[in-house]
């Protein structure tokens, strides 16, 4: 056999061993060039050789200089096209040189000599030992190789025998066929079977660890579905596992952070536990289902778009310019800063101007969703922060309940009415509230019945209160007020031909096409039917209005077009509700108009003196507070003290008594801004001497006579002009303050501005 030349057959995907078969299929021209001519000659053999770089097979560089004798034993043609032939290895060859002929490669080989020593054997137990081993392991392996054993003569044998068997790559196999020496190949065998004995170990490690655990499982849903039909059975079945059930799969959904989850299972444990019978039972429930509505983790990502948030707050609200502005300038320097510090807006203002609606805005704007509580009227600072849960009945406060009904926690958070909060025996809500409104502490609020620390700091809270002096004094330092007023008649109109109409016609499946209000009608509706500094009422009014025409529609069947001037709007709102002119047709002595400062908006306050023979007391009524009783005491002395000079015969002030009264007497009046008022009524009385009724005043009145300032002067000019009010006295002081008086006011009333009540003297009596 030395110096053959045979055809070489490269392969690089399977290997062949000596005393080992292989079956391969090709269509490849080149491997049908080598396969053809070795099965024309008469021993079909062929060298079988596995390129050194399996990439690259045509190259004589690339291929080994060992490899596989073989012989063809079998070669047929198979209906794909293909050729199959199987292939016994018979030795291992040595290649002396290749060469390219005739469009394949032939070889010249030469035998090999495989070596052997005395150590062979040692190594053949050792590698015995080792599969042994393995195929404790790998028990399929066992009953063909076993089969065979009783062939193998030698290492080298016994080596190529394990070496075809083994489950391995191409890669090391190819190693197997390569490597000449028997005790070397026996090492490398050995150390492959070791990996592979560890690598099936831990394999049937996993195995039966995911076996125990599904049988685990498998027993205890198995024990749980019987222990459910047993109780069935006995009619016994009870909501509480069912419910447990769905409290545990509620809190593996749940958003929250750890300690918050270790609590809930915790009581879910205590709920479990507890008898079905316990009182408490029903406590725990209750706590459960408030941790588990809690969105404790639960954000919305803002809009960072300001141009957007501006445009959103002027499609929803008219004119309140400098209100928008400033809204904005708050939002864009909390987003630019990031700032937790910042202040909270407190929108405030009389009823009905849209605080509410602008801080729904601003939600909207930011993509926020929103909370909106009242604390007006609470005395109880377990309504902020919640009853302990011992407590019978024991709730969160209302901040927890906004939060939850918000769903996240990072709303726009209402809080309405924080001028109207009191304080008692049961604590001060106030303080509390500012607990939950400061940006040091509101990341761990703590409500009572929660008892889990609740993280506010995300929230944008948006306080609303009537009046500012009212607002409890620390909290007002923590905010950043931005006043709202009312709105004049144009301003109302305006309104609500641009938002409260199209709301209405939509809401009422009505279009503009149906119905129409000029804006006489509209006036109208703000005069005689409302009396209130916002649109509130107005909006009522036509919604009134539009559900009486839908009513009106049906019952008629007709689709007809309903123009609605001033004349139509007694037929469906009824008799005018305010007169427009609230000053009396006669000016009257004693009779002189002050100006208020109400929930409603400014409003006139006609100030009521009369005096019978007495003994020259004061009788005030009208529930008046505390300023204003001193106010009309300063009045009288001031008028006493200088009856000389303004002719009034002080007997008159000795020998009766005088009452003063304001009208509207069950509504509580408090303030000093009446003063120049009550001093003008007392003087008209005494001197006889009316003043015309569409004058009004404002001012307090010291005891030399001195004017001073006011406040409130929009609401109350707004308020004089509706009730028919065409001059009015005003302290000097408030001159700056006339910029906020809309102009269309300023052109139908004439305002004096005085400095003491001399001017006014002047100006009402001087000539009589
Ligand atoms: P507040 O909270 O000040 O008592 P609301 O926000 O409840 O008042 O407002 C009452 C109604 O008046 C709302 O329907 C609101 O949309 C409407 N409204 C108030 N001011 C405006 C305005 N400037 N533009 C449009 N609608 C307004």
């Given at each position: 056999?030395n110096?053959?030349k045979?055809?070489?057959?490269?392969?690089?995907?399977?290997?062949?061993?000596p005393?080992?078969?292989?079956?391969?299929?090709?269509?490849?021209?080149?491997?049908?060039?080598?396969?053809?001519?070795?099965?024309n000659?008469?021993?079909?053999?062929?060298?079988?050789?596995?390129?050194?770089?399996?990439?690259?097979?045509?190259?004589v560089?690339?291929?080994?200089?060992?490899?596989?004798?073989?012989?063809?034993?079998?070669?047929?043609?198979?209906?794909n096209?293909?050729?199959r032939?199987?292939?016994?290895?018979?030795?291992?060859?040595?290649?002396?040189n290749y060469?390219?002929?005739?469009h394949?490669?032939?070889?010249?080989?030469?035998?090999v000599?495989?070596?052997?020593?005395?150590?062979?054997?040692?190594?053949?137990?050792?590698?015995?030992?080792?599969?042994?081993?393995?195929?404790?392991?790998?028990?399929?392996?066992?009953?063909?190789?076993?089969?065979?054993?009783?062939?193998?003569?030698?290492?080298?044998?016994?080596?190529?025998?394990?070496?075809?068997?083994?489950?391995?790559?191409?890669?090391?196999?190819?190693?197997?066929?390569?490597?000449?020496?028997?005790?070397?190949?026996?090492?490398?065998?050995i150390?492959?079977?070791?990996e592979?004995?560890?690598?099936?170990?831990?394999?049937?490690?996993?195995e039966?660890?995911?076996?125990?655990?599904?049988?685990e499982?498998?027993?205890?849903?198995?024990?749980?579905?019987?222990?459910?039909?047993?109780?069935?059975?006995?009619?016994?079945?009870?909501?509480?596992?069912?419910?447990?059930?769905?409290?545990k799969?509620?809190?593996s959904?749940?958003?929250?952070?750890?300690?918050?989850?270790e609590?809930?299972?915790?009581?879910?444990?205590?709920?479990?536990?507890?008898?079905?019978h316990?009182p408490?039972?029903g406590?725990?429930?209750?706590?459960?289902?408030?941790?588990?509505?809690?969105?404790?983790?639960?954000?919305?990502?803002?809009?960072?778009d300001?141009?957007?948030?501006?445009q959103?707050?002027?499609?929803t609200?008219?004119a309140?310019?400098e209100?928008?502005?400033?809204?904005?300038?708050?939002?864009?320097?909390?987003?630019?800063?990031n700032?937790?510090?910042?202040?909270?807006?407190?929108l405030?203002?009389?009823?009905?101007?849209?605080?509410t609606s602008?801080?729904l805005?601003?939600?909207?704007?930011?993509?926020?969703?929103?909370?909106?509580?009242?604390?007006?009227?609470?005395?109880?600072?377990?309504?902020?922060?919640?009853?302990?849960?011992?407590?019978?009945?024991?709730?969160?406060?209302?901040?927890?309940?906004?939060?939850?009904?918000?769903?996240t926690?990072?709303?726009?958070?209402?809080?309405?009415?924080?001028d109207k909060m009191?304080?008692?025996?049961?604590?001060?809500?106030?303080?509390?509230l500012?607990?939950?409104?400061?940006?040091?502490?509101?990341?761990?609020?703590?409500?009572?019945?929660?008892?889990?620390?609740?993280?506010?700091s995300?929230?944008?809270?948006?306080?609303?209160?009537?009046?500012?002096?009212q607002?409890?004094?620390?909290?007002?330092?923590?905010?950043?007020?931005?006043?709202l007023?009312?709105?004049?008649?144009?301003?109302?109109l305006?309104?609500?031909?641009?938002?409260?109409?199209?709301?209405?016609?939509?809401?009422h499946?009505?279009?503009?096409l149906?119905?129409?209000?000029?804006?006489?009608?509209?006036?109208?509706?703000?005069?005689?039917?409302t009396?209130?500094?916002?649109?509130?009422?107005?909006?009522?009014?036509?919604?009134?209005?539009?559900?009486?025409i839908?009513?009106?529609?049906?019952?008629?069947?007709?689709?007809?077009?309903?123009?609605?001037?001033?004349?139509?709007?007694?037929?469906?709102?009824?008799?005018?509700?305010?007169?427009?002119?609230?000053?009396?047709?006669?000016?009257?002595v004693?009779?002189?108009n002050g100006?208020?400062?109400?929930?409603?908006g400014?409003?006139?306050?006609?100030?009521?003196?009369?005096?019978?023979?007495?003994?020259?007391?004061?009788?005030?009524t009208?529930?008046?507070?505390?300023?204003?009783?001193?106010?009309?005491?300063?009045s009288?002395?001031y008028?006493k003290?200088?009856?000389?000079?303004?002719?009034?015969?002080?007997?008159?002030?000795?020998?009766?008594?005088i009452?003063?009264?304001f009208?509207?007497?069950?509504?509580?009046?408090?303030?000093?801004?009446?003063?120049?008022a009550?001093?003008?009524a007392?003087?008209?009385?005494?001197?006889?001497?009316?003043?015309?009724?569409?004058?009004?005043?404002?001012?307090?009145?010291?005891?030399?006579?001195?004017?001073?300032?006011?406040?409130?002067?929009?609401?109350?000019?707004?308020?004089?002009?509706?009730?028919?009010?065409?001059?009015?006295?005003?302290?000097r002081?408030?001159?700056?303050d006339?910029?906020?008086?809309?102009e269309?006011?300023?052109?139908?009333?004439?305002f004096?501005?005085v400095?003491?009540?001399?001017?006014?003297y002047?100006?009402?009596f001087?000539?009589?």
């Open positions: 056999m110096n053959q045979l055809a070489v057959l490269a392969l690089n995907d399977v290997v062949v061993f005393n080992n078969e292989i079956r391969i299929e090709y269509d490849d021209s080149f491997e049908k060039a080598s396969i053809d001519y070795a099965d000659t008469d021993d079909k053999y062929l060298v079988i050789v596995h390129p050194i770089d399996s990439n690259y097979v045509v190259d560089t690339s291929l080994p200089s060992y490899g596989i004798l073989g012989q063809i034993k079998l070669k047929l043609n198979v209906p096209g293909k050729t032939v199987v292939i016994e290895g018979i030795k291992r060859v040595h290649v002396s060469f390219y002929q005739n394949f490669y032939q070889a010249d080989i030469s035998e000599v495989i070596p052997s020593s005395e150590e062979d054997k040692n190594y053949y137990s050792l590698l015995m030992k080792s599969l042994d081993k393995y195929i404790e392991k790998a028990p399929y392996m066992s009953n063909a190789i076993i089969s065979q054993l009783d062939t193998v003569e030698s290492l080298n044998e016994l080596c190529d025998l394990i070496g075809s068997f083994l489950p391995v790559d191409y890669n090391k196999k190819k190693k197997y066929v390569m490597t000449i020496s028997p005790i070397e190949r026996a090492r490398i065998l150390e492959d079977m070791n592979e004995i560890k690598f099936l170990e831990l394999e049937r490690k996993i039966s660890e995911v076996e125990q655990e599904i049988e499982s498998q027993k205890e849903y198995f024990l749980r579905e019987k222990l459910r039909a047993i109780k069935r059975e006995l009619g016994d079945i009870n909501s509480k596992e069912d419910e447990i059930e769905n409290l799969k509620r809190l959904k749940l958003k929250c952070n750890y300690k918050v989850r609590k809930i299972k915790s009581e879910i444990s205590r709920y479990e536990a507890m008898s079905s316990s408490e039972l406590m725990i429930r209750d706590y459960l289902d408030w941790m588990l509505h809690l969105p404790w983790n639960i954000y919305t990502k803002d809009t960072k300001l141009v957007k948030v501006e959103i707050l002027n499609s609200h008219y309140l310019e209100v928008k502005s400033r809204i904005l300038e708050y939002l864009a320097v909390k987003q630019n800063t700032n937790l510090r910042s202040p909270i807006l407190c405030v203002g009389p009823p009905g101007v849209g605080k602008l801080a805005s601003i939600a909207e704007s930011l993509g926020r969703k929103t909370a909106k509580i009242s604390v007006g009227g609470i005395n109880d600072e377990a309504e902020i922060v919640g009853h302990r849960r011992t407590y019978v009945g024991a709730i969160p406060g209302r901040i927890i309940q906004g939060i939850r009904k918000a769903g926690a990072n709303p726009v958070f209402i809080i309405d009415e924080i009191t304080k008692d025996i049961k604590g001060d809500p106030a303080s509390s500012l607990e939950v409104l400061d940006p040091e502490q509101n990341d761990k609020f703590s409500d009572h019945y929660i008892e889990e620390e609740f993280d506010l995300k929230v944008l809270f948006i306080a609303t209160a009537n009046y500012i002096e607002i409890p004094y620390e909290l007002r330092d923590r905010l950043e007020i931005i006043e007023t009312s709105y004049t008649e144009y301003e109302k305006d309104i609500a031909k641009n938002h409260l109409i199209p709301r209405a016609l939509e809401e499946g009505l279009t503009s149906q119905v129409q209000l000029d804006d006489d009608a509209i006036l109208a509706i703000i005069r005689y039917y009396k209130e500094a916002g649109v509130r009422e107005l909006d009522r009014r036509i919604a009134s209005l539009f559900r009486k839908v009513k009106k529609m049906l019952l008629e069947k007709e689709q007809v077009f309903y123009p609605i001037g001033e004349k139509d709007l007694e037929a469906f709102l009824g008799k005018k509700k305010f007169s427009y002119e609230k000053t009396g047709k006669k000016s009257e004693g009779v002189v100006m208020a400062y109400t929930a409603f400014g409003d006139i306050l006609p100030i009521e003196v009369t005096m019978f023979p007495g003994k020259g007391e004061l009788i005030l009208g529930s008046l507070g505390d300023v204003m009783q001193e106010s009309c005491q300063i009288f002395s008028i003290a200088n009856a000389g000079s303004f002719s009034i015969d002080s007997n008159l002030l000795s020998e009766n008594d009452h003063i009264h009208p509207e007497g069950a509504v509580a009046k408090d303030g000093p801004s009446a003063g120049i009550i001093t003008t007392l003087v008209s009385l005494f001197k006889n001497h009316a003043v015309a009724n569409n004058v009004a005043m404002t001012g307090e009145i010291t005891l030399r006579g001195r004017i001073l300032e006011i406040g409130g002067l929009r609401e109350k000019v707004i308020g004089a002009h509706r009730a028919g009010i065409r001059k009015i006295f005003l302290p002081e408030n001159r700056k006339l910029d906020e008086i809309p269309e006011l300023k052109k139908q009333i004439t004096v501005f400095e003491k009540y001399g001017d006014i002047q100006r009402l001087g000539r009589g």
